[in-house]
């Protein structure tokens, strides 16, 4: 689930806390990878773990204030993408403003909370970003989840990892990157706030769109792309794209699927890398090439598939890759540099 929002500026480190780092199980449901949060005195929260937007939103009724807990006096009103299994939808949340303590495992912090006022279409009990936090969460203090730890010291280095294995398993890494999950080195690149990297498309091995932003969103399903480029690429592999609401989706014959991958580096940017001689980011290019058993969402029967990629325009020319992207990967996202790293899980 995506917010396209403005990261305001972080604020200098005050460490109070020891600096540590931990490794927390998650699960996949339906597309969409979830994690088991306390938020005030609820305990058991199954929220989802979403790179595309920063704010901790709890479905309605079962936000309870914990001893520490401020009523903000303030409302929020957010509005998500991509919120479908099938990369399509959005929805709007709205509700009041609470700040309390966040944990999970043994990291803790204060933070906003919004405690939506209606049934939100988030599955399980509610979000939890990991990008930048909206306009909508007001205030310094309104940062995400994992930027808070990271200027309160509670972290050893200002990183996170996802490894999400096939398996509906998988793991958040906090604080560290961890090695031993994957194999050969991270492909590292350049990246925004908001997990955003400069990269080449590929279809069945070559490039069919180079230096395109992409957003990287753990908390969308699928891989979309604008309506165009989908489009030229659904022509181009013999797939039919048929408009609905505001999308493009796509169908193929079901023991056809196409290849679809990323080039991280870009092959421009591996090459100014090479020049500068930069230690932090990669100056050869590492194709991810998706799972071709990914590429079916649905079967609709006489060899027609509902495909993986759809198309949908959000203003600018901005793809997604979303989990079938992020499965059987090690991805870590590193604050502290803005950079992001790619790397095949040793065991997926
Ligand atoms: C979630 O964590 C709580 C304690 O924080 C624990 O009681 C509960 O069993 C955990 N649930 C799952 C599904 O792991
Ligand atoms: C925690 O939540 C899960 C479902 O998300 C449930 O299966 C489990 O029983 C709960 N555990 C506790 C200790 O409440
Ligand atoms: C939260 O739970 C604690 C421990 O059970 C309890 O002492 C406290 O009163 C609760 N806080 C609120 C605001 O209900
Ligand atoms: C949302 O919740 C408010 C208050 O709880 C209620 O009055 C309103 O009808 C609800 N709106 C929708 C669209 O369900
Ligand atoms: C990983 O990087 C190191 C240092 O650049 C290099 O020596 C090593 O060969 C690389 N390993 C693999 C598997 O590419
Ligand atoms: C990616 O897929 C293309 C097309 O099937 C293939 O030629 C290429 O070898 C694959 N690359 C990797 C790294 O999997
Ligand atoms: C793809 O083909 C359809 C049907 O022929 C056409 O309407 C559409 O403009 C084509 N897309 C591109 C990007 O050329
Ligand atoms: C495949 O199924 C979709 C959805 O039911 C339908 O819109 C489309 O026309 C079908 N395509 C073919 C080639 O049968
Ligand atoms: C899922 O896959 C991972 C990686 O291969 C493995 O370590 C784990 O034991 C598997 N879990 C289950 C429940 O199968």
Not at 34 to 39: A, D, I, L, M, S
Not at 208 to 218: C, K, P, R
Not at 241 to 255: E, Q
Request: contains cysteine; proline residues 5%; glycine residues 12%.
């Amino acid at each position: 689930m995506s917010f396209f929002s403005v990261l305001a500026a972080v604020s200098s480190l005050t460490a109070t806390a020891v600096a540590t780092s931990q490794i927390v199980p998650v699960t996949e449901d339906s597309g969409f990878w979830f994690g088991n949060f306390t938020v005030g005195n609820s305990t058991n929260l199954s929220l989802l773990v979403d790179t595309g937007s920063g704010d901790i939103i709890i479905n309605p009724g079962l936000y309870k204030a914990g001893s520490n807990a401020e009523n903000l006096h303030e409302n929020f009103d957010n509005s998500y993408g991509t919120t479908q299994s099938n990369g399509g939808g959005t929805i709007e949340i709205k509700g009041p403003l609470y700040s309390d303590i966040v944990s999970i495992g043994k990291l803790s912090a204060k933070q906003h909370i919004g405690a939506a006022n209606n049934q939100t279409g988030i599955p399980h009990d509610g979000i939890v970003g990991f990008g930048p936090s909206s306009t909508e969460f007001p205030g310094p203090n309104a940062m995400a989840f994992v930027e808070t730890l990271c200027r309160d010291g509670d972290l050893s280095e200002c990183r996170f990892g996802l490894a999400l294995n096939s398996n509906k398993t998988g793991s958040l890494i906090l604080g560290e990157v961890e090695p031993s999950l994957y194999k050969n080195n991270l492909s590292l690149v350049p990246s925004s706030e908001s997990w955003t990297v400069n990269a080449d498309i590929y279809v069945d091995g070559s490039i069919s769109n180079s230096d395109t932003s992409v957003v990287m969103d753990s908390g969308t399903a699928t891989i979309v792309g604008p309506i165009d480029q989908v489009s030229a690429i659904f022509n181009s592999t013999g797939i039919q794209g048929v408009r609905s609401g505001g999308s493009l989706f796509g169908y193929f014959p079901c023991d056809k699927p196409p290849t679809l991958g990323i080039g991280l580096p870009s092959q421009s940017d591996a090459a100014a890398a090479a020049k500068k001689h930069s230690p932090l980011l990669s100056t050869t290019t590492t194709l991810f090439n998706i799972s071709s058993d990914q590429w079916a969402i649905a079967n609709n029967g006489h060899n027609n598939c509902t495909a993986l990629l759809s198309g949908q325009d959000f203003g600018e020319s901005i793809w997604i890759f979303g989990q079938a992207f992020y499965t059987g990967l090690y991805v870590d996202h590193n604050m502290k540099d803005s950079v992001m790293g790619f790397a095949s899980l040793d065991s997926p």
